[in-house]
């Protein structure tokens, strides 16, 4: 059981905006900043996105980030059939004191 | 271009040890800290741990699943990073990734990722 919770999946038609939601507690996202990974099937993982809402260069403005308390959510808007993957969320944990992942949620572009 | 290529994966009995190698290019890798995350097959991602550069002392942290079985080292006049795995169990069995450890703004995160190495721990 991860200690962020995401959704096991998400869907969505070409041309929607879809959010991931990722919660967690005070010891990590409550007090950290957020990551954000996309991973393509049979591909290792990518940063998508950086502390809460910073876009690596060479990802597009579709994606976006932002945090909330206890909670972060990752937007995807515009869908495109190339943004199904894995998606996981990411943050320090002071009381683990080391990096904690959700779960990750499977976006399906029907 | 930041490349990290993984090595040393292989099969291994329950209770032996293995050496990933993690080679770094097109990046100031002695300036960098790294770090080590893995995926069973079908799962989630689960961070190893991390090794800081030598502005960091070389510092290590580890998850407890790991911690005291598993050492990261580091060898900047190699550009390369290892992860030693001793004392090994079934569930120790997955792709392990390095990643360049970057930190902005209060945060770390992986910043670039290898391609990773299959580890298979089975009689």
């Known amino acids: 059981q991860s200690v962020l919770t995401q959704p096991p999946s998400a869907s969505g038609t070409p041309g929607q905006r879809v959010t991931i939601s990722c919660s967690g507690s005070s010891s990590n996202i409550g007090s950290n900043p957020v990551n954000w990974y996309q991973q393509l099937p049979g591909t290792a993982p990518k940063l998508l996105i950086y502390t809460n809402n910073q876009r690596p260069s060479g990802v597009p403005d579709r994606f976006s980030g932002s945090k909330s308390g206890t909670s972060a959510s990752l937007a995807i808007s515009g869908l495109q059939s190339e943004d199904e993957a894995d998606y996981y969320c990411a943050a320090w944990d002071d009381s683990l004191n080391g990096v904690v992942f959700g779960g990750g949620t499977k976006l399906t572009v029907l | 271009e930041v490349q990290l290529v993984e090595s040393g994966g292989g099969l291994v009995q329950p209770g032996g040890s293995l050496k990933l190698s993690c080679a770094a290019s097109?990046?100031?890798?002695?300036?960098?800290?790294m770090q080590w995350v893995r995926q069973a097959s079908g799962k989630g991602l689960e961070w190893v741990g991390r090794?800081?550069?030598?502005?960091?002392?070389?510092?290590?942290t580890y998850a407890a699943s790991v911690k005291g079985r598993f050492t990261i080292s580091r060898d900047d006049s190699k550009n390369t990073a290892y992860l030693q795995m001793n004392s090994l169990k079934t569930e120790d069995t997955a792709v392990y990734y390095c990643?360049?450890?970057?930190?902005?703004?209060?945060?770390?995160?992986?910043?670039?990722w290898g391609q990773g190495a299959l580890v298979t721990v089975s009689s």
């Open positions: 990643s360049r450890r970057d930190c902005s703004g209060g945060s770390c995160y992986s910043a670039f």
């Open positions: 097109g990046f100031i890798f002695s300036g960098s800290a």
């Open positions: 090794i800081g550069s030598k502005t960091d002392s070389y510092a290590t």
